[in-house]
């Protein structure tokens, strides 16, 4: 039982660039987040999901897409990367059959380097 | 408004001591759930103690316990008997009962240095 796994675990990218972070999760779980965490701030919401092939935007969408073709996948996609987006990526899950609900899991983190 | 407040961007505790972390929230919402997470300097989420909205008594889990006050709308984490492990970064996180969603709104976090 791997919980909560991400892919990569740090990347740099040149401006311009693409990538697709990838977040699964074996825990059967209906929610799936993509945070991003900033120096010195808390986590913000990119996009989420309440299940298989539904995405919606989180606090600050911009530039990200999502998609989640399976339930246990929750991609997470750059197209043209900025500077802006240098942060580090978390991904969670939760549900609400837990014993807090919707008690969120987090990923270890992706950190992006955008130059 | 901010949704989650923390108000001590640093603290510090002598080892073995008690340590209180502020948190306030705004919400509309009747049921709503509060969390705490410690990031330590390796970078992972941990998941510490929730307390939700109709929880009459306050959470505990081993050292932690979460200082529930509804109606001054804060949710305080108390550490006891500080460890020098205890050095991390502190969030609190609310997740509001009314959106669909049941992502978290975090705060920005408390820096806490436990001194030997």
């Known amino acids: 039982n791997a919980g909560v796994t991400q892919t990569p675990k740090f990347r740099v990218l040149k401006t311009g660039q693409s990538m697709t972070l990838l977040c699964a999760q074996d825990?059967?779980?209906?929610?799936m987040y993509w945070y991003r965490q900033d120096p010195g701030m808390g986590l913000r919401l990119i996009h989420y999901?309440?299940?298989?092939?539904?995405?919606a935007k989180g606090e600050v969408p911009d530039g990200y897409n999502v998609s989640r073709l399976k339930k246990q996948n929750f991609l997470l996609g750059l197209e043209s990367a900025a500077p802006s987006q240098t942060s580090v990526y978390f991904c969670?899950?939760?549900?609400?059959?837990?014993?807090?609900?919707?008690?969120?899991?987090f990923g270890p983190g992706t950190r992006l380097t955008v130059t | 408004a901010q949704k989650i407040t923390q108000t001590q961007p640093g603290m510090f505790v002598q080892e073995k001591e008690a340590v209180t972390l502020d948190c306030t929230y705004d919400?509309?919402?009747?049921?709503?759930?509060l969390f705490w997470y410690k990031q330590p300097s390796s970078g992972e989420m941990i998941f510490l103690i929730y307390?939700?909205?109709?929880?009459?008594q306050n959470a505990t889990e081993g050292r932690y316990s979460l200082n529930f006050q509804k109606a001054r709308k804060s949710a305080n984490l108390v550490i006891s008997a500080s460890q020098l492990g205890d050095s991390a970064m502190y969030f609190c996180?609310?997740?509001?009962?009314?959106?669909?969603?049941?992502?978290?709104?975090f705060g920005s976090g408390t820096r806490l240095q436990v001194q030997p």
């Open positions: 969670a899950s939760s549900t609400l059959a837990g014993v807090f609900p919707y008690e969120q899991y």
């Open positions: 825990m059967n779980h209906e929610y």
């Open positions: 999901s309440v299940g298989e092939g539904t995405t």
């Open positions: 919400t509309s919402d009747q049921s709503y759930g």
């Open positions: 307390q939700g909205s109709y929880d009459e």
């Open positions: 996180a609310m997740r509001e009962g009314g959106t669909g969603r049941r992502a978290l709104t």
